[in-house]
């Protein structure tokens, strides 16, 4: 789900992953070290142009060929240095496109790091939010657990404790495959994150209202044997 023209404004910055956000950064990278051997060309040129107008004439050994060759040595000189100075424009123009070329792609690159931590900022509170309605099913085991003296009740409510605790393993391995999911583009990620999370969180559910009905079930046997036991005493 990438958009593979990165040389051109239209990046799509919410799509890219991390190999293709890589490879914008060596871009800059490599286009910064043409910039930089242009500027350095640009300088040489300069100097070049310095050193022939400051360049004396050579005199000839003849008298009469003097002006002639003085004549034509100083048009070369000045047609070398015009195609100096074309070149010189040529290299700034191409050095001017360069650098607001850079300066897009570095503009591409903060905007992808910046929905970057968006979304996993947004991914994180949705880990937390989950992780503490798990922490709220284990406050509610704990609290039915501790007024529970009755060892089939007792059986029951470790039994819902063993399931749930399956059920944190799978989701302890969910989020380990998130976390090696580095080809995953950003929205990608984020959708798998809440959806295999939802997963988990809806099996827990299930599981825990079998087991609590399972735990009624067993209150309500140990309610009928107490009152069995009343009339039997009454009896007696």
Same mark, same amino acid.
């Given at each position: 789900?990438?958009?593979? +023209? ?8 919410? =799509?890219?992953?991390?190999? #293709? ?12 070290? #043409? ?12 100097? %070049?142009? %310095?050193?022939?107008?400051? +360049? ?12 002639? +060759?003085? *004549? $034509?040595?100083?048009?070369? $000189?000045?047609?070398?240095? #015009?195609? !100096? ?15 607001? @070329?850079?300066?897009? /792609?570095?503009?591409? /690159? ?9 979304? !996993?900022?947004?991914?994180? *509170?949705?880990?937390? $939010? ?13 609290? /039915? =657990? *501790?007024?529970? %003296? ?10 819902? %404790? ?8 799978? /989701?302890? @391995?969910?989020?380990?495959?998130? #976390?090696?999911?580095?080809? !995953? ?13 939802? @997963? ?12 609590? $009905?399972?735990?009624?079930? *067993? ?18």
């Amino acid at each position: 789900m990438s958009c593979p +023209q990165y040389r051109h404004s239209h990046v799509c910055v919410t =799509q890219l992953s991390r190999s #293709e956000i890589t490879e914008l950064d060596e871009l800059v990278y490599v286009d910064s070290k #043409e910039l930089a051997h242009l500027h350095t060309e640009i300088e040489r040129l300069e100097a %070049r142009i %310095r050193e022939l107008e400051g +360049q004396p004439v050579s005199v000839p050994s003849s008298p009469l060929s003097y002006h002639s +060759q003085d *004549a $034509q040595t100083i048009e070369r $000189q000045y047609h070398y240095i #015009e195609d !100096l100075e074309r070149v010189m424009i040529d290299m700034r123009q191409s050095g001017r496109i360069m650098e607001r @070329k850079i300066r897009g /792609l570095e503009d591409q /690159l903060d905007n992808i790091r910046i929905v970057d931590e968006e979304r !996993l900022r947004a991914r994180d *509170a949705r880990i937390s $939010q989950l992780k503490e309605e798990l922490a709220n099913f284990y406050s509610d085991i704990g609290a /039915l =657990q *501790a007024h529970i %003296r009755d060892g089939e009740l007792a059986d029951a409510v470790e039994g819902l %404790r063993s399931n749930i605790m399956v059920l944190v393993e799978e /989701l302890d @391995k969910h989020i380990y495959n998130l #976390e090696a999911a580095v080809d !995953l583009g950003i929205g990608d990620l984020e959708e798998y994150v809440i959806s295999e999370m939802e @997963k988990v969180i809806n099996e827990m559910r299930r599981t825990c209202v079998r087991e609590v $009905q399972s735990v009624k079930m *067993a209150v309500n046997r140990v309610g009928d044997l107490v009152q069995a036991a009343g009339r039997t005493g009454d009896g007696k």
